[in-house]
Every structure is written in structure tokens, then in C-alpha cells.
């Protein structure tokens, strides 16, 4: 795997909810609030924040219904969090819950030229790096003979006839 960033890590609730009212929280401000943990949940967490919601959603797309009916909050990388975005909820920061890494990541087995292609640029390398593959040979094209501006003084001597 290549890592390319770290994501912050949100918490959803409605729009109504006392957590909307601040621009970031902290775990420990979530103690007292039903955590939906959806089953295909991609945060890490080790201590999860608050108290287990009633039921573990199959997918975030259901846990998102679940919290827009009030019964619970989600946490979720923020692109997660935009991705689902209503607008009868909102999002925002735990300052303090792991970040997700987010990375370029491929089956060994299905690494093709293109692949490597794909994976030096990545890592920022250029036709022009000594690393990796060695570029192909492009044709190389003939520019076209290019005519020479008449010089000044022959300008001069074709006003005059």
C-alpha cells in the first residue's frame, strides 16, 4: 500500500442536536449518546465513545437513516460523512478519535505495466526518473523546414521598386 493522507474523523448527528451547536468535539463529549456501529464500519476504534446503539446497521447507508431519525450518532471519516450528506443532518470534528489512512492499495498478482505506470506517479516519478520502468521510445518527429524572415535590407530595396 501507498498512504497518500490522513482523514479527520467526524461524528454525524441531526441538525437539532446539541452537538451541532459547537464547531468540534471530543470523545468524551459523546459518553452519554447511542454509537451506531454499522457493519461495514471502516473506523478502528479501540474504546468506542458512549453507549452501544439498539442495533448494528448492515451498511453506513442504513446507519445514516437510523441517525436521521434521532436515534443515535454515527462516527465515520469525513469523506464518508460528505459522501451521505443530507440535509437534515450535519457533521462534525472529533479532535481526538484516530484518523483514517487512506491509501492506494493493489493485488500483487494484477500488477500489470499500466499498474506501474500508475503506482510511479503516485510516488511522483517522471518518464524522466531514473526508477522503474524505462520509457519507451517515442517517435520522433522532423519539424518542418522553417522559412527565414527577408532580411531588413531586402524589405527595404522591394518598397522602393
Do not use: C
Not at 437539532?16 to 457493519?39: G, S, T
Not at 448494528?56 to 445514516?64: C, L, Q, V
Not at 469523506?79 to 462534525?92: G, Q, V
Amino acid at each position: 500500500m501507498i498512504p497518500l493522507y490522513l482523514e479527520t474523523t467526524v461524528v454525524v448527528v441531526p441538525k437539532d442536536h446539541a452537538v451541532a451547536a459547537v464547531e468540534e468535539v471530543e470523545l468524551a463529549d459523546l459518553a452519554d449518546e447511542d454509537v451506531f456501529e454499522p457493519l461495514d464500519g471502516v473506523l478502528a476504534l479501540g474504546d468506542r465513545p458512549g453507549q452501544p446503539a439498539f442495533t448494528r446497521p448492515e451498511n453506513t447507508a442504513d446507519a445514516i437513516e437510523l441517525v436521521a431519525s434521532g436515534a443515535g450518532v454515527l462516527l465515520l471519516p469525513q469523506s464518508l460523512a460528505r459522501l451521505h450528506h443530507r440535509k437534515d443532518l450535519t457533521y462534525r470534528t472529533v479532535t481526538d478519535a484516530p484518523q483514517s489512512q487512506i491509501g492506494l492499495a493493489w493485488l500483487e498478482a494484477e500488477t500489470t505495466d499500466l499498474m506501474e505506470e500508475l503506482i510511479g506517479i503516485v510516488r511522483g516519478r517522471t518518464p524522466n526518473s531514473s526508477r522503474g520502468r524505462k520509457p519507451q521510445q517515442q517517435p520522433t518527429r522532423k519539424k518542418p523546414p522553417q522559412q527565414r524572415p527577408a532580411s531588413k535590407h531586402r524589405r527595404q530595396n522591394r518598397r522602393r521598386r
